[in-house]
């Protein structure tokens, strides 16, 4: 049975990793999680500076889901690079960075500072946070920054570059196409749904940022669609799906609507043995159903659909 | 070292108005808690409610393996987890960073240290753990406990604490029972007399006045925050608590990981 899988030049040997900002830098789960069963690990959103995120309350549950607006708080690159890459690197784990800007020019100096980095096997470029308030989703509402975005990142690298969309869009595919066209070598989706959260006895927002982003098996069938819709206009681009992923089910949704990878977010703090449970739960079902390659189920759902 | 594990719920006993008292049998938590760490448990089977909830430690007996937590219903959480009578609990811990229990030597001033510790409502929890360790330790003749209350009726572990051989005060807001007033007042009138040490966990507006005290007395303490929390390991960054670093600038930690409990001196409130 062959889980490899090629994800715009990140090989991994299967298709799951973890959703930026779920698990720390990696070590945080390491008590739980054996990290070299993981494909790869995507890491905190890096920017060039460090950042002290939102005042508090940074989080509020929902059905099923749960609102964050952490607003980026990391160390900043070069203790990224300089201290935490060293450890991640010794796994010998594929390691994705998500790196994010207030400009454009901050999106290429981290691209810069991490490109050689050993261990960084590529970057996420997130264009989609909800919660700061310069540079994040203001990139990823707009196909043509997006593409301006992607271009500087993909000048400033040699690495390969993913590039993160936001649901929080008329059309993804609009946005897919603009990305794709600016040279990203592949998409992740989907990023978290702006929403808000009321406490009734306070007569207040929850969060201290008043908005957050909805993450968890809330959104899951509007991550899946994603997927679907951004497949089927560009097969060739391979994606890495996430939104609401708990179980290699949930993970096999993905996989078959279209996506090369997946990551499990939100699942990581209700189970931190769910990247884990996803992997073996997937090489079980290849198992069960005798399917020797991976590439087998990617997009196998949207079979003998008719295109409109 | 933290685990997830499957633990065996042996007991459960409301033990005040809607407070709960769960009893674990988990001999590798009951080994590694120190107190003031919590366990983060998975309240249900299925995504609703999604998140684990963080509920510190409340008592542990070591020779027979078992744990103890107590917490007041307040949500969906609370409410399933106060239903269970038997069964498994899918639980992560000990988790966090707990109080130092101090020695003599430590203090540097007094052979064995004169400690107080204060309780308001349900944060008396996890102060009955750190009692028992005192306890142990054979201070008890050394330590002063302050409990606050709502009124009588809402009083957690006054009877328990006494039983462990402590001094015990008592102060409620509607004066049912003991002092009429705040529960500062009472360390108010104990900090006329020489202190090492205080720990104290209780809801956010008593550990200010607390904290703003111990200040101005110059007494060193401990106090157990409590803060939205998902991932209980230090990698979601949801749980911030505003501190003074070492050099006097504001910074955020993470209750889950740098705390729950923080020196008194250091959190900004």
Redesign the interface.
Known sequence: MNTLVNLGGIVMKNPVTTAS????FGL??Q??VNLQRLGAITV?GTTLKPR??NP??????T????L?A?GL?NPGVERVAEEIMPQLAALGVPVIINIAGDTLEDYAQVARRLDGVTGVAGLEVNISCPNVKKGGIQFGSDPFTASEVTRAVKSATELPVIVKLSPNVTDLVVMAEAVAGAGADALSMINTLVGIAIDVDRRRPVLGNITGGLS???IRPVAVRAVWQVHRAMPLIPILGMGGI?TARDALEFILAGATAVAVG?G??????ATLDVVEGIEHYMKEHSFNEISELVGLAQRDINKE | MSQLLKAEITDCQETGPGVWVTELLAPSLAQAAVPGQFIHIRCGEDSDPLLRRPISIHAVYRRSGLVKIMFQVVGQGTTWLAGRRDGLLDVMGPLGRGFTTLTGEQTGTAAVPRLVVVGGGIGAAPLYFLLQELARAGNAQQVKVLLGARNAEHLLIHNAVKLLGFSVGVATDDGSAGYHGPVTDLLAEELQLKLDYVYACGPAPMLKTLCGMLQYAGVPGEVSVEERMACGVGACLSCVCRVKDAGGMETYRHACVDGPVFAAGEVVW
């Open positions: 900002g779920t698990f720390g945080e789960y008590t739980y905190k002290l995120g508090p309350p940074r989080i509020a549950e059905p099923s889901g749960m964050n952490i708080q968890g098996p809330a708990m939100t990581n703090f209700v189970n931190p043995r």
